[in-house]
């Protein structure tokens, strides 16, 4: 079963507005980190944004908010604004246990987001 | 610059032929880790290395080795590679602050097997 599923392959959003990637994730263990990472066309990859399980209030950074539900189980990712830069492949992962157990982090298939003018 | 830097970047080479790609990082992070990146599957982790002499397989690790023998370098050997190989790999290194343990990527490396 997957462990982290991004159901929108791809995704148009205007320039200036907001766009919602969407992210699930399935776990049983009540401790986990969740990240969204940015990969552009370029290749590498850019950390974004982290929300922990136990954290109280959805993280924000910049123009990137991540919309927690945790009874839900899901992790989306809101880009405010959206600007031609914004153009890129994202990723949504998790890592379960806690924080200093490696490093391992699992990642959902991507949403390639196109921004247009 | 904190960074973490891969060689090569691109490298074509034919099946069965050893091939190791380096992975350094100058930020001192205990932890490193390699990942393979193919469409439509997003990134598998394939080892991963807690500290020096401490490394375990990650979700795909099969056909691939590696070894921490200094804390800031954590080379991948293929030591007969595949055409299934055929990838994007990325290293990553990490630490944990404040209770978050984010992970810094390397460019990549774009790898072909023939």
Sequence with gaps: ????????????????????????YDTSDPSYGLFWYKQPSSGEMIFLIYQGSYDQQNATE??????????????????SASQLGD????FCAMREGRYNQGGKLIFGQGTELSVKP | EAQVTQNPRYLITVTGKKLTVTCSQNMNHEY????????????????YSMNVEATDKGDVPEGYKVSRKEKRNFPL??????????????????????????????????????
């Excluded at chain 1, 153009?87 to 994202?90: D, E």
């Design chain 1, 1 to 24: 079963a997957q462990k982290i599923t991004q159901t929108q392959p791809g995704m148009f959003v205007q320039e200036k507005e907001a766009v919602t990637l969407d992210c699930t």
């Design chain 2, 77 to 114: 050997i293929l030591e007969s590679p595949s055409p299934n190989q055929t990838s994007l790999y990325f290293c990553a290194s990490s630490f944990v602050a404040g209770a978050i343990d984010t992970q810094y990527f390397g460019p990549g490396t774009r790898l072909t097997v023939l």
């Design chain 1, 87 to 90: 153009s890129a492949m994202y």
């Design chain 2, 32 to 47: 490193m880790s390699w990942y393979r990146q193919d469409p439509g599957l997003g990134l598998r982790q394939i080892y």
């Design chain 1, 62 to 79: 910049g123009r990137y908010s991540l919309n927690f539900q945790k009874a839900r189980k899901s992790a989306n990712l809101v880009i």
